[in-house]
């Protein structure tokens, strides 16, 4: 299996911004943790990160040559703003799951609306740092 592990904007400075709400695990501590699950699961898993909505849309089309059987996704303040990467999402076919470290629902109105959630296989809101590993095991065992 094959999984591709996508996130959107200023997740590159997770650790270092707000604490109170993401926590201070940085990316590559969350990235090192789903390697090690991967690999017990004979799991090959790549990673992206970009602020950059087009190179988004592109790794996600790359996908498709790529054989990736899953992604999950932070589309990070992409959620809420951007059609392009649904589209893309759409597009390609492949299954995704939607993961947000702080809960989304009881944030600021505007971050009650993910583009999203109503395409997403699950979604995975408020867990904190641990949702992407808890959307890496509902991944692996996806369609088994």
């Not at 201070?24 to 799991?43: G, M, Q, T, V």
């Not at 995704?96 to 999203?116: A, L, M, N, P, T």
């Not at 809101?125 to 065992?141: I, M, R, T």
Request: aromatic share 10%.
């Amino acid at each position: 299996m094959k999984i591709l592990v996508l996130n959107g904007p200023n997740l590159n400075m997770l650790g270092l911004r707000e604490k109170d709400i993401y926590g201070s695990d940085s990316l590559n501590d969350i990235e090192k943790r789903l390697a090690i699950i991967a690999e017990k699961n004979n799991c090959v898993i790549d990673f992206y990160q970009s602020n950059a909505e087009h190179e988004l849309i592109d790794v996600i089309q790359n996908s498709l040559n790529k054989k990736v059987d899953a992604i999950i996704f932070n589309p990070a303040g992409y959620t809420h703003t951007s059609v392009a990467l649904r589209d893309a999402l759409l597009a390609v076919k492949i299954p995704f799951f939607e993961v947000h470290i702080s809960d989304v629902e009881s944030r600021e109105d505007f971050r009650k609306k993910s583009y999203f959630s109503d395409i997403a296989e699950k979604v995975f809101s408020g867990h904190g740092v641990k949702g992407y590993e808890l959307a890496l095991n509902e991944a692996l065992n996806f369609n088994r």
